[in-house]
């Protein structure tokens, strides 16, 4: 109880160091300083960092795909393995990964109280300062694969690059490594977009500056293909640091004895993570096992294409068995199946569109009878809802859901999922915000104000005169959306809704299937599979 509140408190506290982040934007040196402070009265050094061998992997969208691809390939070489990631989806334990799997309750118990005891016990000789939730977790993460002894850690970055939380390098602020080794072994960027720009900028050009700062001098970085403008934005970044920077080739141009590479993500938008990963694994092997071995750009600090090379045996396997939950996901419960992407920008919604317009179109082929697609959606914070729900409309749903990243209206002891910088009034009002738009891209004409139905402090349902719905929490839009046809959830308790609205159901009874596509916002989805999956939530 007393680990769920800490962390309670360092999520509230997390709005407060974005907003450091923004301020310390044009001065580096400030998070450099405050980093190393902390590392080192939780008892760690960046000399001890040098051991983890870290592969170091930023971008807008595919970064947490190509890190879940390249730690699989190593750990199917037989490597103790460490990853660390954000956000998580039901548990914080997913954010910091050994061999592939979360790190259990009693060890993440046991590391915990190990760095918050060395931090609280030097707080009064530092001014009270303590790490915020981010920036917490991240020492923590770096703790774990220390005394676990991995052989590797897969670092994905939080939000930046040259900013980020993990740049605390004291010697060279340029060159140094983002996730806190001096000399990582290799760095990676994934597709590059428009997200978080308070914090990276408006422009891709702004963005790609921002990301090109995990270069580091001498060390080999990869990356998928690129905008125009943001390609020129890296290239000119690499020659500044004197970084040998490659563009991966399409995952097609590998050369097999037969056949494709199969991957464990769906999806084509996967094939360039894919590809990204293979050129992460490859030259980490070639260094950690060959140090002699010397890259054919060693010399030239710029963009060339990377060599498109033969997979070995254990990296297709590698490819073919990587997991990554809530990312282009399927999951089928009897006569419902849920199709869980955590797309929350506008590029990442059209790879979504296009991978469920396929995969719901599959699953219909094999349906005995006539299915109803369900669209479950919610977005926060600066996304661009309207954007992505126009995207939506050509899926043509039979009913439109929305709700807040609110697990259930009762209050839970689950900390893990709560975001405590919205207040429940502004979510619920972003829901309704979301479901006009929705309405106003499928019917301009019928876009009067919604009315709340059940008139209490946080009201259960609203109606309108089309077929779309907002819930109070995702387990009463579950619950109506799936009508008791899906046995996983027949151990909650049933959530009250007015009959005219249980009405509206009729054609969820009767359809022979329900498809279900939930997406819009990690939060959301792990909100889904927390009730769906009820191990993960142990």
Same mark, same amino acid.
């Given at each position: 109880?007393?680990?769920?509140?800490?962390?309670?408190?360092?999520?509230?506290?997390?709005?407060?160091?974005?907003?450091?982040?923004?301020?310390?934007?044009?001065?580096?040196?400030?998070?450099?300083?405050?980093?190393?402070?902390?590392?080192?009265?939780?008892?760690?050094?960046?000399?001890?960092?040098?051991?983890?061998?870290?592969?170091?992997?930023?971008?807008?969208?595919?970064?947490?795909?190509?890190?879940?691809?390249?730690?699989?390939?190593?750990? !199917?070489?037989?490597?103790?393995?460490?990853?660390?990631?954000?956000?998580?989806?039901?548990?914080?334990?997913?954010?910091?990964?050994?061999?592939?799997?979360?790190?259990?309750?009693?060890?993440?118990?046991?590391?915990?109280?190990?760095?918050?005891?060395?931090?609280?016990?030097?707080?009064?000789?530092?001014?009270?300062?303590?790490?915020?939730?981010?920036?917490?977790?991240?020492?923590?993460?770096?703790?774990?694969?220390?005394?676990?002894?991995?052989?590797?850690?897969?670092?994905?970055?939080?939000?930046?690059?040259?900013?980020?939380?993990?740049?605390?390098?004291?010697?060279?602020?340029?060159?140094?490594?983002?996730?806190?080794?001096?000399?990582?072994?290799?760095?990676?960027? +994934? +597709?590059?977009?428009?997200?978080?720009?308070?914090?990276?900028?408006?422009?891709?050009?702004?963005?790609?500056?921002?990301?090109?700062?995990?270069?580091?001098?001498?060390?080999?970085?990869?990356?998928?293909?690129?905008?125009?403008?943001?390609?020129?934005?890296?290239?000119?970044?690499?020659?500044?640091?004197?970084?040998?920077?490659?563009?991966?080739?399409?995952?097609?141009?590998?050369?097999?004895?037969?056949?494709?590479?199969?991957?464990?993500?769906?999806?084509?938008?996967?094939?360039?993570?894919?590809?990204?990963?293979?050129?992460?694994?490859?030259?980490?092997?070639?260094?950690?096992?060959?140090?002699?071995?010397?890259?054919?750009?060693?010399?030239?600090?710029?963009?060339?294409?990377?060599?498109?090379?033969?997979?070995?045996?254990?990296?297709?396997?590698?490819?073919?068995?990587?997991?990554?939950?809530?990312?282009?996901?399927?999951?089928?419960?009897?006569?419902?199946?849920? %199709?869980?992407?955590?797309?929350?920008?506008?590029?990442?919604?059209?790879?979504?569109?296009?991978?469920?317009?396929?995969?719901?179109?599959?699953?219909?082929?094999?349906?005995?009878?006539?299915?109803?697609?369900?669209?479950?959606?919610?977005?926060?914070?600066?996304?661009?809802? #309207? #954007?992505?729900?126009?995207?939506?409309?050509?899926?043509?749903?039979?009913?439109?859901?929305?709700?807040?990243?609110?697990?259930?209206?009762?209050?839970?002891?689950?900390?893990?999922?709560?975001?405590?910088?919205? !207040?429940?009034?502004?979510?619920?009002?972003?829901?309704?915000?979301?479901?006009?738009?929705?309405?106003?891209?499928?019917?301009?004409?019928?876009?009067?104000?919604?009315? %709340?139905?059940?008139?209490?402090?946080?009201?259960?349902?609203?109606?309108?005169?089309?077929?779309?719905?907002?819930?109070?929490?995702?387990?009463?839009?579950?619950?109506?959306?799936?009508?008791?046809?899906? !046995?996983?959830?027949?151990?909650?308790?049933?959530?009250?809704?007015?009959?005219?609205?249980?009405?509206?159901?009729?054609?969820?009874?009767?359809?022979?299937?329900?498809?279900?596509?939930?997406?819009? !916002?990690?939060?959301?989805?792990?909100?889904?599979?927390?009730?769906?999956?009820?191990?993960?939530?142990?």
């Amino acid at each position: 109880t007393m680990l769920l509140q800490f962390l309670e408190q360092f999520e509230m506290c997390e709005k407060y160091a974005l907003e450091q982040v923004r301020q310390e934007r044009g001065h580096p040196q400030l998070q450099l300083q405050a980093m190393i402070g902390f590392l080192t009265r939780a008892g760690l050094t960046v000399e001890e960092l040098d051991h983890l061998n870290i592969i170091h992997v930023t971008g807008t969208k595919g970064k947490g795909s190509t890190c879940a691809f390249t730690e699989q390939i190593l750990r !199917s070489y037989g490597f103790r393995t460490g990853f660390y990631s954000s956000p998580h989806l039901v548990q914080v334990r997913e954010r910091i990964r050994i061999n592939g799997q979360p790190i259990g309750k009693d060890l993440f118990t046991k590391y915990f109280w190990q760095v918050y005891g060395r931090l609280e016990e030097t707080k009064d000789a530092h001014g009270g300062t303590m790490p915020a939730y981010f920036r917490f977790l991240t020492i923590l993460a770096f703790h774990v694969f220390l005394q676990e002894k991995v052989d590797l850690a897969v670092i994905e970055v939080g939000i930046g690059g040259a900013y980020d939380l993990f740049k605390i390098n004291p010697h060279t602020a340029v060159s140094s490594c983002a996730c806190g080794h001096r000399a990582p072994w290799v760095c990676g960027i +994934s +597709s590059l977009g428009i997200d978080h720009t308070q914090i990276l900028g408006d422009t891709i050009e702004l963005i790609a500056w921002q990301k090109g700062g995990i270069f580091k001098t001498g060390v080999p970085a990869f990356t998928v293909r690129q905008p125009e403008t943001a390609m020129a934005v890296l290239s000119d970044r690499a020659q500044e640091i004197k970084c040998p920077l490659r563009v991966c080739p399409e995952l097609e141009d590998y050369q097999l004895e037969c056949g494709s590479l199969h991957l464990g993500l769906a999806g084509q938008h996967q094939h360039s993570n894919a590809s990204l990963a293979l050129q992460l694994t490859y030259t980490w092997l070639q260094r950690r096992c060959f140090p002699d071995f010397t890259s054919t750009s060693v010399g030239f600090f710029g963009v060339t294409p990377a060599a498109a090379f033969k997979p070995s045996p254990i990296m297709v396997k590698g490819l073919a068995d990587t997991e990554w939950p809530g990312r282009n996901q399927s999951l089928k419960h009897g006569a419902v199946t849920y %199709f869980l992407d955590g797309a929350h920008t506008r590029r990442s919604m059209l790879a979504c569109v296009n991978w469920f317009r396929e995969t719901a179109t599959q699953h219909e082929r094999n349906a005995s009878g006539p299915v109803c697609r369900v669209l479950l959606f919610n977005a926060t914070g600066e996304r661009d809802s #309207a #954007a992505m729900l126009k995207l939506l409309v050509p899926c043509h749903f039979d009913f439109a859901v929305f709700c807040p990243n609110i697990t259930e209206a009762i209050a839970s002891c689950n900390a893990d999922q709560q975001n405590f910088n919205v !207040s429940v009034e502004n979510m619920l009002t972003r829901c309704l915000d979301n479901e006009r738009s929705w309405r106003l891209h499928n019917s301009p004409e019928d876009c009067e104000d919604p009315q %709340f139905l059940i008139k209490a402090s946080l009201p259960l349902v609203t109606e309108k005169k089309t077929d779309t719905l907002v819930f109070p929490c995702i387990l009463s839009a579950l619950q109506w959306i799936t009508q008791g046809r899906d !046995s996983v959830l027949a151990h909650t308790d049933v959530l009250p809704v007015k009959p005219s609205v249980m009405a509206k159901a009729a054609p969820l009874r009767e359809a022979t299937e329900i498809h279900i596509l939930i997406t819009g !916002s990690l939060h959301l989805v792990g909100g889904v599979l927390k009730h769906l999956d009820l191990n993960s939530s142990k």
